[in-house]
């Protein structure tokens, strides 16, 4: 069984920075996809930020320029680094991988106070 450990949400103000961590644990074939999704109250769980195993990103054009992806492949753990951090943020933030399978993370909470 896949299990996801997601840590490192929290409250911020707006400006600040947090990071995210991802480690994947068990049975599973090499992750080809991770990403970061979030969903606020109320609205659609969103795709924040994604990286392959070769390392090809992709972002949300909301996070551009302001959130890093990034994956440790021999750790099966991956990172998504926030700076510049604006209330809109606020979320519940989800892991996600995809291997022969795919499988998210629990949620963290990101609040970003103005």
């Known amino acids: 069984q896949v299990q996801l450990v997601e840590s490192g949400g929290g409250l911020v103000q707006a400006g600040g920075s947090l990071r995210l961590s991802c480690a994947a644990s068990g049975s599973m074939r090499s992750i080809n996809f991770m990403a970061w999704y979030r969903q606020a109250p109320g609205k659609q769980r969103e795709l924040v930020a994604g990286?392959?195993?070769?390392?090809?990103?992709t972002y949300a054009d909301s996070v551009k320029g302001r959130f890093t992806i990034s994956r440790e492949n021999a750790k099966n753990t991956g990172y998504l680094q926030m700076n510049s951090l604006k209330p809109e943020d606020t979320a519940v933030y989800y892991c996600?991988?995809?291997?022969?399978?795919?499988?998210w993370g629990q949620g963290t909470q990101v609040t970003v106070s103005s």
């Open positions: 996600y991988i995809r291997s022969s399978m795919s499988y």
């Open positions: 990286i392959t195993s070769a390392g090809s990103t």
